[in-house]
């Protein structure tokens, strides 16, 4: 199986927005995000996503990273050929009021210290998601500098 998803980074005040994964797919924390449906803009997935999970309204920023994972195993250690394309956005929240996801893919959603995240359960993509948004807080090399300075 290959599933395409589109998720969204969002740093606010040193703390990042997480939702965390049902019991039934192994109550780890992810960022907001989820599954393209068919003939859907991947941005528009990341917010309609994100408000279906966190009831937070998402502006997409920029385009942070595209990953990919294939796994032959899942959470519980059951067989499965799972290929995932990851598409990873930076955003801002611009209006709504948080809140849990009900009946879906999450039961949580929170405002995390990014300095806690590491003590959580979590799925690869919060790691790969948070280092392509830290790369992306960096000045590129020469940034700054002007032509004939110096």
Do not use: F, N
């Not at 740093?11 to 449906?37: F, K, Y």
């Not at 994100?50 to 294939?70: F, N």
């Not at 959603?109 to 995240?117: I, R």
């Amino acid at each position: 199986m290959q599933r395409v998803a589109a998720y969204v980074v969002c740093v606010e005040d040193g703390r990042v927005l997480l939702t965390r994964l049902t019991p039934a797919l192994g109550s780890r924390w992810t960022l907001p995000g989820g599954g393209l449906e068919h003939g859907e803009d991947p941005l528009d997935t990341a917010v309609r996503e994100a408000a279906e999970e966190t009831g937070l309204d998402v502006r997409v920023d920029d385009l942070l990273t595209v990953d990919s994972l294939h796994v032959v195993r899942d959470h519980t250690g059951a067989e499965i050929d799972h290929h995932a394309i990851r598409i990873i956005y930076s955003g801002t929240v611009v209006g709504g009021t948080l809140r849990d996801e009900v009946d879906g893919s999450s039961d949580a959603a929170a405002w995390v210290p990014v300095a806690a995240v590491s003590g959580l359960a979590q799925v690869s993509l919060v790691k790969i998601g948070l280092a392509a948004w830290r790369a992306a807080q960096r000045p590129l090399p020469g940034a700054g500098v002007v032509e004939g300075a110096g």
